[in-house]
C-alpha cells in the first residue's frame, strides 16, 4: 500500500511550530490559501479551502496531543476511484533541547493502484511544499503559497 514520510527542521520550540499547524487562522496564513475552519482538535471535524484546488476539504481529527502529534484523515483525491481516506500523521519531535522541532508528515491509505499511486505521489509534493511554507512562516512571516497557485 503506497505511503511516504517527509519531514523539515523549524527552528522554533515544539509548542509554536504545533500551534501553527493547530490553529485555523495561523494555518491559513501559510498554507489553506483558501482558509481553514476549526481547530485541529481530537474528534473535530474541521474544513480546508485551497486556491489551487477549489472547494472545501472535510478533515477528521482523529487525534490531537499538543505539541506531540496531530493525526488526522481525509478523503483521497484518486479521480476514478471509490471514495476512500487516507490517514495523515504529523509528529513534532524536539531538537536541540527543545529549541528546535522536527516536524513529519506521514500519509498512507492508497490503494495498489496506477492511480492511487498517481495520487500519493500528488500529495507528498503537497505536504513536502507545505513543510517549506511552515518553516518559513513560523521563522521569517514569509508566505511562500502567496500567488504561487493563482
Known sequence: MPGFEVFVHVSRPPGEVYEAVA?????SRYFTTGGAKGRLESGANVS???ADFPGRFPVAVVDAIAPERIALRWEANDPGAA???TDVIFTFAP???GARTKVTVSESGWPETETGRAASYGNCMGWSQMLACLKA???HG?????GAYQ
Open 23 to 27: 490553529d485555523p487562522a495561523t494555518l
Open 48 to 50: 480546508w479551502d485551497f
Open 95 to 97: 531538537v536541540d533541547g
Open 83 to 85: 471514495p476512500y481516506q
Open 137 to 139: 512562516w513560523v521563522e
Open 142 to 146: 514569509i508566505n511562500l503559497r502567496e
